[in-house]
T-cell receptor, first 114, second 114 residues
Framework: EPEVTQTPSHQVTQMGQEVILRCVPISNHLYFYWYRQILGQKVEFLVSFYNNEISEKSEIFDDQFSVERPDGSNFTLKIRSTKLEDSAMYFC????????????FGNGTRLTVT | DQQVKQNSPSLSVQEGRISILNCDYTNSMFDYFLWYKKYPAEGPTFLISISSIKDKNEDGRFTVFLNKSAKHLSLHIVPSQPGDSAVYFCAAKGSGGSNYKLTFGKGTLLTVNP
């Protein structure tokens, strides 16, 4: 069964550094998402992306965050200047059609900001 | 702003018995509800869903019930197996638009004891 794949599985970075989290969504999917889960808290929506542009973003997704689909397969989340509170699991998800279909999630990237 | 609430952080059940996981929501615009299962170090895995036009959906050992008037849904697992031990997230999607933003509850840790 096709999967959403994320790399790296664990990223450690120093506060203030830029980090790029990478995702390869399922190949025929058209809608892409990033979610995050801070340890012990719920899974939170960050941003949705369709047709090469952001379609919705949450309050968490401030100017330090950006997303890009640089080619036909990758979908990246960039955090420009990481903060301690950015430490979390970041999940990429994709879906082929919007109407009442489940999101497929990757296994996540654990980001640790020191 | 907890639009989706899972009030039980944990549940412990004996193997072979029924597990009942509960979820409440406040947003009447939600029209599609999903349950995800999550193991440590993995992403959420879709389990079962229900549209707001139904009150029950069954898939093998898993049944989801929706009570729209009470804004309540539940997941029944019967018979429960030790491999079902995981965190279960309830999620909901609003109606309309081209986006597919899921709002998650905080999760319930299910432990099935042999």
């Amino acid at each position: 069964e096709p999967e959403v794949t994320q790399t790296p599985s664990h990223q450690v970075t120093q506060m203030g550094q830029e980090v790029i989290l990478r995702c390869v969504p399922i190949s025929n999917h058209l809608y892409f998402y990033w979610y995050r889960q801070i340890l012990g808290q719920k899974v939170e929506f960050l941003v949705s992306f369709y047709n090469n542009e952001i379609s919705e973003k949450s309050e968490i997704f401030d100017d330090q965050f950006s997303v890009e689909r640089p080619d036909g397969s990758n979908f990246t989340l960039k955090i420009r200047s990481t903060k301690l509170e950015d430490s979390a699991m970041y999940f990429c998800a994709s879906i082929g059609q919007v109407v009442n279909s489940p999101l497929h999630f990757g296994n996540g990237t654990r980001l640790t900001v020191t | 702003d907890q639009q989706v609430k899972q009030n039980s952080p944990s549940l412990s059940v004996q193997e072979g018995r029924i597990s009942i996981l509960n979820c409440d929501y406040t947003n009447s615009m939600f029209d599609y509800f999903l349950w995800y299962k999550k193991y440590p170090a993995e992403g959420p895995t879709f389990l079962i869903s229900i549209s707001s036009i139904k009150d029950k959906n069954e898939d093998g050992r898993f049944t989801v019930f929706l009570n729209k008037s009470a804004k309540h849904l539940s997941l029944h697992i019967v018979p429960s197996q030790p491999g079902d031990s995981a965190v279960y997230f309830c999620a909901a999607k609003g109606s309309g638009g081209s986006n597919y933003k899921l709002t998650f509850g905080k999760g319930t840790l299910l432990t099935v004891n042999p």
